[in-house]
């Protein structure tokens, strides 16, 4: 009881009188101010590039298992008996609303789209009772007493929490790490132009592609005598826009007249090109290779499978290792960091095609680095006798062996 007493949440009711001093102190907002309807999260994630990766980077993160593990004697090993009550927590449902997954997916999604993901912890009478994901908007951070302002009447939570008992992961910002900036606040100005785009496309398909222009006649004439008169350029215009909807492509006007376009076509105004730059910039706002998104799909298998590592070191590991550490720092006591240890299993992501997966299996044994019943395991199947001693290929031999010689050797008792 000691232990969950040493952490047990520490706060004041947010209605509760402050300090004088800390009453002047400002606190930094949920969201970024000014953003233009094209920057929200709703308007971005109509654009095909942004939904694709937010779902990827979202789903990505949410497919892997977040173990809590303990210390074997030299390694660490998943502890479904945990005395703080995470495995389930951490591996099943960590609170009555959500799954894991659906925690880890909104936690990614509120990171990428508002900059900031606020978790808290919640303990019961002898362990971790939840873990609340808090709605967007119920938190803010006030930087000079180092504490969240919660107001979440959705979940419940309520009350001024000290920095060391919430889980904040943080997107990038320039205000030292104290609070996130969406990265849709950052591409706002390419995700205007995407948007852009994608109005002048539906436009464009709306009407058919029509152009826009006017008829004009010929001018020097005098007035009232040679002139065209109005009410003739309103009935030729009228004709024009007929015969434009009609579909023809061909079509003549009388007199001296002419007709003068004022729209461009989409290939005047090349937005396919500029829509396949704009999917290459919302790429590395987000960090996900472009075939993630398929944009450039590989022409063979090896550039296809470094693109999976690439997004594997490049895109998703920074973000695993935040959260790892946000959670070890937040949910297991210092005296206990070398016993207890939370950690993604990347392996789901390293999943391939059978041959090469067998392939993987059939060298990690050899090597001795696992061991016949480790990957029946894995594999949901029951363990068989000697399965658990590791073994070792016996293929090579010194430079100097008999074997290499030619030399029989002798088996001496």
């Known amino acids: 009881m000691a232990l969950f007493d040493f952490l047990r949440p520490r706060k004041r009711d947010a209605n509760e009188a402050a300090d004088p001093a800390k009453e002047n102190a400002t606190t ?135 920095a060391a008992e919430v889980i904040h992961i943080k ?106 730059f704009n999917v290459l910039e919302i790429c590395r706002f987000f960090g996900v290779h472009p075939d993630k998104v398929f944009a450039q799909q590989s022409t063979n298998y090896k550039a296809s499978e470094m693109s999976q590592v690439s997004f594997l070191t490049d895109t998703l590991q920074p973000y695993l290792t935040q959260i790892e550490t946000e959670f070890q720092i937040k949910l297991i006591p210092r005296s206990l960091a070398g016993k207890y240890r939370i950690d993604f299993d990347i392996e789901p992501l390293m999943q391939t095609d059978l041959n090469t997966q067998a392939t993987y299996m059939e060298k990690t044994i050899a090597a001795g680095a696992r061991t016949v019943n480790d990957w029946r395991k894995r594999l949901g199947q029951a363990p068989v006798k000697g399965g658990d001693v590791p073994l070792v290929s016996a293929n090579l031999v010194p430079l100097d062996s008999p074997k290499l010689r030619g030399e029989a050797t002798q088996n001496h008792d």
Request: net charge neutral; aromatic share 10%.
């Open 171 to 276: 997107n990038i910002s320039t205000d030292g790490g104290f609070w996130g900036v969406s990265t849709i606040t950052y591409a706002g100005r390419v995700l205007a132009i995407s948007t852009n785009a994608d109005r002048e496309n539906v436009d464009t398909f709306k009407n058919g592609g029509l152009v826009h222009g006017f008829v004009s006649g010929k001018g020097g004439g005098t007035i009232g005598f040679g002139a065209i008169q109005d009410s003739q350029l309103a009935s030729v215009a009228e004709n024009v826009e007929k015969q434009l909807a009609s579909g023809k492509n061909i079509f003549n006007l009388p007199g001296e007249m002419s007709f003068n376009q004022l729209s461009l076509s989409p290939k005047d105004l090349e937005l396919l090109a500029t829509k396949q």
């Open 28 to 162: 930094v907002p949920w969201a970024a101010p000014g953003e233009s309807e094209v920057t929200t999260s709703e308007m971005a994630l109509r654009v095909a590039t942004v939904f694709r990766c937010a779902d990827i980077l979202s789903k990505g993160v949410a497919q892997l298992p977040l173990l809590i593990k303990r210390n074997m004697g030299g390694y660490f090993a998943e502890d479904a008996a945990d005395p703080f009550g995470l495995h389930y927590l951490l591996r099943w449902k960590p609170n009555e609303r959500q799954s894991s997954f659906e925690l880890m997916r909104s936690s990614m999604l509120q990171l990428i789209f508002r900059g900031n993901a606020v978790i808290v912890p919640e303990l019961g009478p002898d362990s971790y009772r939840r873990l609340v994901l808090v709605a967007p908007g119920a938190a803010s951070f006030d930087r000079y007493s180092n504490q969240y302002i919660i107001n979440d009447t959705i979940n419940c939570v309520f009350g001024v929490y000290p």
